[in-house]
């Protein structure tokens, strides 16, 4: 037996981890690859539930949404990624209630906390699936969320 500490020893001891290292690259050289074939499968691909890509203000069939601009995902998000712009108005009833007006979301500088989806008390929020964002310039990530026209959805309708 030829001891690690010789020359020889040494020599066999490193051709020997060489070809242990060269058995595994060759065994997982031929098996089966579980790439996906990304953007020739666009069409066919699902993301998980879990996933979260982009926030997105729900809206129903008639362009309603439930947010009812009160701020709390705004005050709980930790970077300030979300900004509210809201106003008062005086419904017919005279009653004095605050509207959205406009729902800002700068992507990129969200960390994906889900804390302003997890904190709406009227469940207002989700994270969609959408995963493809690159844009050239920072300004394109920042989006309006509420669709041009929406209005706040009716209650018991």
């Known amino acids: 037996m030829v001891q690690k500490n010789t020359y020889f020893g040494g020599l066999f001891s490193g051709l020997g981890s060489l070809l242990t290292g ?3 690259t060759l065994r997982e050289f031929f098996t089966r690859k579980t790439t996906e074939c990304y953007p020739e499968n666009r069409a066919t691909l699902k993301m998980y539930d879990r996933f979260r890509g982009t926030l997105e203000l729900i809206h129903n069939g008639q362009n309603e949404h439930k947010c009812i601009a009160c701020g709390i995902c705004e005050m709980n998000c930790p970077n300030g990624t979300i900004q509210i712009q809201s106003e008062f108005v005086t419904d017919e009833n005279g009653k004095k ?47 309006q969320l509420n669709h041009e026209g929406a209005v706040l959805e009716k209650k018991g309708v």
């Open 22 to 24: 060269m058995k595994v």
């Open 97 to 143: 209630r605050k509207i959205l007006k406009a729902y800002r979301y700068d992507l990129g500088s969200c960390i994906f906390c889900q804390l302003c989806v997890v904190s709406c008390p009227q469940g207002a929020l989700r994270f969609g699936t959408e995963f493809e964002n690159a844009v050239f310039t920072r300004e394109k990530l920042v989006k």
